[in-house]
């Protein structure tokens, strides 16, 4: 009997949390990240791909914090593993899931990418204040 309502409620808890990190990343396609981040990441081209994810998460690691965007940040990592797992299960049953669980990669990738971007205007625009405060 409890199985069943434990197992519904997991369930509820999991769509939520995939609807969550799907309104972020909707969120974050509205910014484009700058060339001058792309670059700093070490990339080329002016889109990130999935396998861009970890290098961007890692630079944002680097930059101080901005706002309270931390905990986004490791709701949105913890998503794209997610993502990555349930693309190598479906790789050969389901490709059509596969795929786009790539694509839902490359969102997360983007987001990281905005997230970089966000976190090194915060950090230039702390600088320049603490510039001007000792002049």
Not at 1 to 6: D, Q, Y
Not at 36 to 52: F, T, Y
Not at 75 to 99: D, F, H, K, M, W
């Amino acid at each position: 009997m409890i199985a069943p309502l434990l197992g519904a409620a997991a369930l509820a808890a999991a769509i939520q949390f995939a609807y969550y990190c799907r309104s972020a990343l909707v969120a974050a396609r509205k910014t484009e990240p700058s060339l001058q981040v792309l670059r700093s990441a070490g990339l080329n081209k002016r889109s990130p791909d999935s396998a861009d994810f970890p290098r961007f998460l890692e630079l944002v690691s680097l930059c101080p914090e901005h706002g309270k965007d931390a905990m986004r940040i490791r709701q949105i990592a913890i998503y794209y593993r997610l993502l990555g797992v349930l693309e190598t299960l479906c790789r050969e049953l389901v490709p059509a899931v596969s795929s786009w669980a790539k694509r839902e990669q490359a969102s997360c990738a983007h987001f990281a990418a905005v997230a970089l971007e966000r976190r090194i205007s915060s950090s230039r625009e702390l600088f320049l204040q603490h510039g001007t405060n000792r002049l």
